[in-house]
């Protein structure tokens, strides 16, 4: 038996670590992190360090199937193609491309690949959870400032304001939880802002336990603060900050009795907060998705980039930073972006009412059933899903449910056989991480990319790379695609000069580490300033200010429901051993979490005869589902914290989609989105709980 060490970047998760990769013949036995990649310095979560379980897994999907009478058929790559292909060409000729929709999820750094294809095809429809993921930082940040801030950890930050996020668990996106860690360690002062008492809640200097929802509040509580006593950087704002008279002036709308009102805290509690982190320099505001899943999205995070500017944070180091990009093809152009027409781009399902979200190509799920449903705006015939399972993952699963079992032709393309899977005409086995070459970290803004090298090959499973490249060929011609994924590496690579061995060889490419680039550049914006008066916004006919909503379904905003439905239930936190929908499959992961959990208060479950590990019953006006009971006190009396993302694949019949799946809940009515982004309000509703009659 041979073995050998790969070096390669782990996709357990959105991290992108640098791991060692041990092999044996054709077998991955073993993955640990590799000290000398400078992401994550050895670091590995348990995801990363047990995924060879995942790729190895006996119920892998590993060859091409196509439903036939009800049941699966094998097929050959080649059948797999020509159907697929011939399909969406009929579509499109018959009632033009946009009838076809794409989607992916997790987003396995195949984002610009997919979207790529959709544009080249024609069709202006790409389904992910960029609407309320990730997107909408993204987007304001471009649109307030020029770029996405990120906390500048290397620059050693004094203060760190950690708001909707849990890093040392879930190392999302530019960051990983190490980071944190070691700032703590340092000594930097901790401001968590959560309602939940998560690991980060636990070491900070400061915990405002808000209530669900109300992060928008308190952000204009501290704004306040800040602007009232003067600890704002005036030069900044003067030479760098546009409209800063008018946001003075809608700051006074939301006063910080107001703020206190709304988020449960005492003004003292705020006002503390406000004072330290507008005093201790340098500081950086770490956020995460949690402020996302909410109709308050945008306000939220301009409020943030607010702070972050008026304190004299935004772009120095150890505050929020932009990053420059590694010298490689980013990944707009290599999304082909341009290619797609103007005429396209006005049928973009949700564009008119989501006019921020239709900025960056991405939209609001709802739409898109509608499309499958009732047919309107216009009819979508056909859906390819990469890397995702909106059954499980999106709101309103039942509605979900309904348009994939209705829709024409339904591709699916992933590791399992999953509840989506299981609806499509063709399911098509992806590859893991550990089964191609890619140039990692693509997408993200903190300035790297690294080298994920092929360990193994399992089956006939190939890269969502190579799919994509072939069927491209096939839908919009091979002008537009290459002979092989690697000759596509290679135009990734090119503007850097070095060949994809050469790109290995090395490990990863980091861009120039610049600071206070505003001072000879001005910002990316059309006034050239951090526009806390947005052009942008008001360009497309949204209030160019930040305001204040509150959440659809509160006590204080639905008191019609709260009587059937007295909790507000919050889901989304992190699982450490799974991602999102991800890893349900029998294994070590599983093992770990056998059973979805619902955090209960003891006092609540004292009333309601509810005891440690009994299933209970949680309902909203949406319908119900089981999980089983954790009694703490992490969350507020009046508070339920549920799992999201569970099914069960050892239900052989329906795998358990509507059991535990906390989407059976939640809404996806537009009036209950962000307006200007489409966010789905995932984390914030109304619910009930009762120990369960029939577990």
Known sequence: MATRIVRSCCRSCHGGCGVLVTVDDTRVTSIKGDPDCPVNRGWLCVKGKKYHTITHHPQRLTHPLRKKKGSWERISWEEAFEDIAGRFLQIKDELGPESLVLGYGTGRDNESFIYRFANTFGTPNVLTAGHMCYGPRLVTGISLCGNLPVVDYEGKPSCVMVWGANPLVSHPDEYKGLYLAQAMKRGAKIICVDPRRSMVAKRAHRWLQIRPGTDGALAWGMVNVIIDQGLFEADFVENYVHGWEEFCQRAKQYPLAWAADRTGLRQEEIRS?????????????????????????????????????????????????????????????????????????????????????????????????????????????????????????????????????????????????????????????????????????????????????????????????????????????????????????EYILSPSGLTWEEFCTRGYLQGERRFRKYETEGFSTPTGKVEFYSTVMEKIAYDPLPGFFDPPEAPWSSPDLTESYPFQLITGARIPFFFHTENRVEGPLRSKRPDPLVEIHPEVARVKGIAPGDWVRISSPRGSIQQRAVLTNKVPRNVIAADHGWWFPEDVDGLGWDRSNVNVLTDNTSETCDPAMGATNLRVLLCNVEKAENP
Request: contains cysteine; aromatic residues 8%; charged residues 20%.
């Open 273 to 489: 907060a406000a004072e330290t982190f507008g005093t201790t320099k340098p500081a950086g505001i770490h956020w995460g998705v949690a402020l996302e899943q909410s109709k308050n999205c945008v306000n939220t995070i301009s409020l943030l980039i607010c702070l972050m500017a008026m304190t004299g944070n935004l772009d120095r180091p150890g505050g929020s930073v932009f990053y420059p990009n590694p010298p490689v093809v980013n990944a707009s152009r290599l999304g082909a972006h341009r290619i797609l027409s103007a005429e396209a781009r006005q049928k973009r399902l949700g564009g008119d009412r989501f006019r921020l979200a239709e900025r960056i190509g991405v939209i609001n799920p709802e739409p898109v059933w509608d499309a499958i449903l009732n047919q309107e705006p216009y009819p979508v015939k056909a859906l390819y899903l990469i890397s995702t399972n909106p059954i499980i993952s999106r709101a309103n699963a039942k509605q979900v449910k309904a348009a994939l079992e209705k829709v024409d032709f339904l591709v699916v393309q992933d590791f399992f056989l999953t509840p989506t899977a299981k609806e499509a005409d063709m399911v098509l086995p992806a590859s893991t991480w550990l089964e191609h070459d890619y140039v990692a970290d693509l997408w993200k803004r903190h300035g790297w990319v690294v080298a994920r090298q092929k360990a193994v090959q399992v089956g006939q499973a190939r890269s969502d790379y190579d799919i994509l490249n072939e069927l491209g060929k096939r839908c919009s011609g091979p002008a537009h695609w290459w002979p092989t994924v690697k000759d596509g590496l």
